[in-house]
């Protein structure tokens, strides 16, 4: 069965404390790995894409890098504006819908 | 339009009633994804189109849960003999295609009383 584990559940960052999140996948063939921002009560914004082991992306203090297994998000000198839910999916060969994992809860403290 | 729009944003409905939750893609996306999703969880699928087809829909709880897209564009999820566990923030999203990413909605919040 398709699955996704994001960790850690909550993570709190001091400005400036770069840290990464991460997220484990057991799929059928992946298709695409997706990271999306959610802010309370706001439906989830996508990040990026990540397609293949050794991919990398990156937009602002965000990078994402994808392996065989896990993907992680890497926030380099966060700032407060950073805080918000942190959302990995994964896309398998056969389907086209997107499985989720529970997230990472990010509150970035100035 | 300029983003995925879905109405109404709150519903409380008494148990047992019937409800229809709408959907308006981005114009010109051909997917178009229905999620459920509980507070402090991710988004649980549920149903998906392509076009006016019916992809999948093995999320779907039950047989009181029911989708459509008539002419590819709009969708309903409708939710017959609502339960008190129906409770739950319904997103939607689409897609330019299968291949790409989703935008997801605002959502429609239900609550059955």
């Keep these: 069965e398709d699955q996704v584990t994001q960790s850690p559940e909550a993570l709190r960052l001091q400005e400036g404390e770069s840290s990464s999140l991460n997220c484990s996948y057991t799929v059928s063939g992946l298709r695409g790995l997706f990271w999306y921002r959610q802010d309370p009560g706001k439906g989830p914004e996508f990040l990026f894409t990540l397609y293949s082991a050794g991919e990398e992306k990156e937009k602002e203090r965000l990078k994402a890098t994808l392996t065989k297994k896990e993907s992680f998000l890497h926030i380099t000198a966060p700032k407060p504006e950073d805080s918000a839910t942190y959302l990995c999916a994964v896309q398998a060969r056969n389907t086209d819908k997107l499985i989720f994992g529970t997230g990472t809860r990010l509150q970035v403290f100035p | ?113």
């Design chain 2, 1 to 113: 339009g300029a983003g995925v729009s879905q109405s109404p944003r709150y519903k409380v409905t008494k148990r047992g009633q019937d409800v229809a939750l709408r959907c308006d893609p981005i114009s010109g996306h051909v997917s178009l994804y229905w999620y459920r999703q509980a507070l402090g969880q991710g988004p649980e699928f549920l149903t998906y189109f392509n076009y006016e087809a019916q992809q999948d829909k093995s999320g779907l709880p039950n047989d009181r849960f029911s989708a459509e897209r008539p002419e590819g564009s709009i969708s309903t999820l409708t939710i017959q003999r609502t339960e008190q566990r129906d409770s739950a923030m319904y997103r939607c999203a689409s897609s330019l295609d299968p291949n790409t990413e989703a935008f997801f909605g605002q959502g429609t919040r239900l609550t059955v009383v």
